[in-house]
Structure formats: C-alpha cells, structure tokens
C-alpha cells in the first residue's frame, strides 16, 4: 500500500515537472522566434511612403518619398538616393536625401542633401524595451523603448514593432517604428524629434501600389490645403482646462455638431466621441500623455494631456 502511495505520489510530481518544463520551453521558444525572425528591409524599390505635415498655421501638405533604384557614393560607404515629391498630380520627384541600410546589424543611416558630410542613425531595430536613444536635434530630448511586439501588415509578414515615448521638455510626445516601413511620423524622421508647432504623420505606404500601411488618409493617401473654417468664428473654441490631467472640455461655441474624432500626434485616432453643440467633457483617464488633436468637421484644436 505505501509503495502503491509513493508511486502514485511519484508519478504525479513527474507530470508536474513534465508539464512545468513544457511551458518553459514553449515561452523560450516564442521569444527566440520573436528575436530571431528574418530581419525586413526597409528601403526597397516600388515603395512609396507618403507623409503628412501640418503647420502651425493649419496648412496641411503631402510629402511623397521614394528609392527609384539608385545609389551614390559618399565616403566610401553606398547610399540610396531618396527621391520626394509635394504633388501627385503629376509627381514632381527632387533628391531628398541620402540612406543606407546595415541589414547585419538591423540599423538605417541617413544624410541631409544640404549636409552630406554627417551621417546620422536614422532607425536601431536592435532595441529592447527600456532602452533609451537621444534626438540628434537636441541631446536633451531623448525617447525611451516602451514595448517591442510583433505586428503582421496587410501582406500577412510579421515585423518586428518598437513603441516609444518621450517627455523631454514641456511636450510629451510618442512614435512607433515598424520594422520595413519606418517610423509613424514618416519615413525620414527617426531619431530627430524636435517640436515647432509643425506635426508630421505617416498616411500610407505601398509597396507595388499595394497598401501595407494606412493611418488617417483620404483613399488617394494625400492631403493638401487649410484644415481651418472660414466661415465660422474660431475665437469661439475653446478646450479647457489645457494642458490637462483627468480631463478637458472641448466647445466649439455652438457652430459645429456631428461626430468628434481625437487624434494622437503621430495621426493614429484614438478616440470618438459626439458632439451636440455644447461643451463636451473630454474623460483622459484612458488616454496616455501626449500632444492631440481635436477635429470636428474641418475644424481642429490641439491640446496636451499631462
């Protein structure tokens, strides 16, 4: 009867052991073939990235970008000449800039046409979560590694996907990189955060004229023109308290109805709500600190949530 007990009692821990060690190596597994998957280029031809930039002043511009094959070289190193255009109708390509990208070591590196001589990295798809990198712009504006995921885009291949936030000065700030696309602010501005008033955001890009990606765009992925009114009395909007903590209220001074649409800076919408002329009270509980924008119609106001 003991013996009966003791091999009952060993089989079980067996199978607990067994099932325990499974599990571990089954997480070990995931995270290599996260780590380890085939790194995705980014800078490839047919690929098109097309960008949006928006003023302080409310005027609103597409930049489009694009590698057509060619390559330069500049201190013995080979670029990628980086051609971009502000009109699709017809496209009027310019040298932008100048790329290379390190596939060995994950890394994209970056020259300015009017600064040849220095080179920055423009993207590190090395890095792990904590990790914090400093803007080439200013060394006291630095972004720090919130989370690295995988992400699978309409052509069904996981990439790897880096979120990061930033707090350097008085704006917080946060972007995305995603491994063969680039950064959510644009293909151009990795590592180069610096706040003026004007915000930039990654629409679409394609790869064949198929869409891969897409955020906040019309159907032709371009915008050009005001995004104020001009029949309607903007000294009437008001958002309140801003910056704000819990909350804010957004009033459009009785002009506008209809349904109000929150956008974070890179351009993602993270929230909508509706608007029935009167003061709404805008909960921010959910919504992480950062700089967004309010639009309603063709209206827009910005605040900061702390």
């Not at 005027?59 to 699709?88: C, H, M, P």
């Not at 019309?218 to 801003?242: A, H, M, S, T, V």
């Not at 649409?261 to 608007?275: D, P, T, W």
């Amino acid at each position: 009867m003991n013996n009966q007990k003791l091999n009952n009692y060993t089989m079980k821990k067996l199978m607990t052991t067994t099932l325990v060690l499974l599990s571990v190596l089954q997480m070990v597994a995931q995270n290599v073939n996260k780590d380890s998957h085939e790194y995705i280029p980014m800078i490839e031809e047919n690929k098109q990235w097309n960008v949006c930039y928006r003023a302080a002043n409310a005027l609103e511009y597409t930049r489009a970008y694009k590698w057509f094959g060619e390559d330069t070289v500049i201190n013995d190193l080979t670029y990628k000449i980086i051609y971009s255009s502000q009109t699709n109708n017809p496209y009027q390509w310019q040298i932008d800039c100048f790329m290379r990208e390190d596939t060995a070591t994950r890394k994209v590196y970056h020259r300015y046409t009017n600064h040849p001589q220095y080179e920055r990295i423009a993207y590190d798809f090395n890095l792990n979560e904590g990790d914090t990198i400093f803007s080439d712009m200013d060394p006291q504006q630095y972004l720090v590694v919130q989370s690295v995921d995988d992400t699978i885009l309409g052509d069904g291949i996981t990439r790897k996907k880096i979120d990061m936030g930033w707090k350097g000065f008085d704006t917080p700030y946060a972007e995305t990189w995603i491994e063969g696309i680039g950064s959510t602010t644009g293909l151009t501005n990795g590592m180069t955060w610096f706040y003026d008033g004007t915000t930039n955001f990654l629409m679409c890009m394609t790869e064949n004229d198929e869409m891969l990606y897409r955020y906040n765009a019309p159907e032709n992925c371009w915008r050009q023109g005001y995004l104020g009114i001009d029949d309607i009395d903007k000294e009437d909007f008001l958002i309140y308290p801003n910056p704000a903590r819990e909350y804010t209220y957004i009033d459009f001074g009785g002009s506008l109805s209809g349904e109000m649409e929150i956008y974070g800076i890179s351009g993602m919408l993270v929230a909508k709500r509706e608007y029935n002329g009167e003061a709404l009270r805008l909960d921010l509980t959910d919504i992480q600190p950062g700089v967004y924008f309010v639009r309603l119609g063709n209206a827009t106001m910005k605040f900061v949530k702390m």
